[in-house]
């Protein structure tokens, strides 16, 4: 049974890289890149929750948490935790970030750089375990040390213009480390250019991920900030996955502080006969504004 576990937990992993957290594209790219952090003099809080969309008890889960600071004008720092579950099997992961944006002109172009450590821990849920609660397989699972990562991302931002890059997992890359390398993610590019218009600020993005095991990714797509009166603003995106997936999503920004998203993510097109997809919701809110 552990076994069995085991085999299945890399799969749940492929299908999360495969379909990451819809909100890293345009609501919480910190997620992906730690130059994403501190971009802006106030405290940036985040939370997001995403699940396959069934009743089916132990389906996956993920979960995160991000808080993000930028001061001085240069200095960013990070500190985010997520957390996947899928039946018995969890994962925690957290990670501290230090980014530099380094202004080129005016204050209207910024190259940045950014530095993240994370830790890891696998576990197995005990409680719920029916089988032999002296199997082997399982206390090795929990009996793993916690694992020490990092991650290194820069991006080239002007008032329109963005691109950016990453590398995740470097120990396990550079060290060709097999601890846990199931689909792991390996780098995330991504640019993007905001388009003003009479009705809405369009902004059209292409990103180029690769995951280890899998061919490399692209996903294209657009997102639309509509124009109003108010601060309060609401925004639609429409995200297309080369792994063959479609992400539908809408939101509201109430005065440039308080955002919430919801978003649709059809599942992989091997898949999709058989489970439906996953739905997410993510929350943000800023104070200290500057």
């Not at 609501?27 to 396959?52: D, F, K, S």
């Not at 990562?149 to 097999?178: C, H």
């Not at 998203?261 to 200290?288: A, K, R």
Request: zero cysteines.
């Amino acid at each position: 049974m552990v076994v069995l576990l085991l085999m299945i937990f890399p799969l749940v992993e492929s299908r999360a890289q495969l379909n990451p957290m819809s909100t890293v594209y345009y609501q919480n790219q910190y997620l992906t890149n730690p130059a994403m952090a501190g971009l802006e003099q106030r405290i940036y809080l985040n939370a997001g929750v995403r699940q396959q969309f069934s009743t089916m008890p132990g389906l996956p889960l993920t979960q995160f948490v991000t808080a993000d600071y930028g001061f001085a004008e240069k200095t960013g720092i990070g500190l985010q935790v997520s957390n996947d579950k899928a039946g018995l099997l969890k994962r925690t992961r957290a990670a501290a970030s230090y980014a530099y944006h380094l202004p080129l002109n005016a204050g209207t172009r910024h190259l940045s750089f950014g530095f993240s450590v994370s830790f890891a821990d696998d576990d197995i849920n005990l409680a719920a375990l029916r089988g032999d609660d002296g199997d082997q397989d399982v206390y090795a699972v929990n009996m793993r040390k916690t694992y020490l990562d990092a991650d290194f991302g820069l991006a080239y931002r002007t008032e329109r213009l963005q691109i950016q890059g990453s590398v995740s997992n470097m120990k396990r890359l550079l060290k060709k480390d097999d601890h846990d390398v199931a689909d792991l993610p390996l780098f995330f590019s991504a640019i993007s250019y905001r388009i003003p218009t009479s009705f809405a600020v369009l902004e059209p993005k292409v990103v180029y991920r690769g995951v280890r095991g899998f061919r490399n990714l692209l996903d294209a797509g657009v997102n639309v900030e509509f124009n109003s009166p108010t601060e309060n603003k609401v925004n639609a995106l429409v995200l297309y996955h080369s792994a063959g997936s479609l992400t539908l999503g809408v939101g509201i920004n109430w005065n440039k502080r308080l955002a919430i998203n919801t978003m649709y993510t059809t599942n992989t097109s091997p898949l999709q006969g058989y489970t439906s997809g996953d739905y997410e919701l993510g929350i943000s809110y800023s104070i200290f504004n500057k």
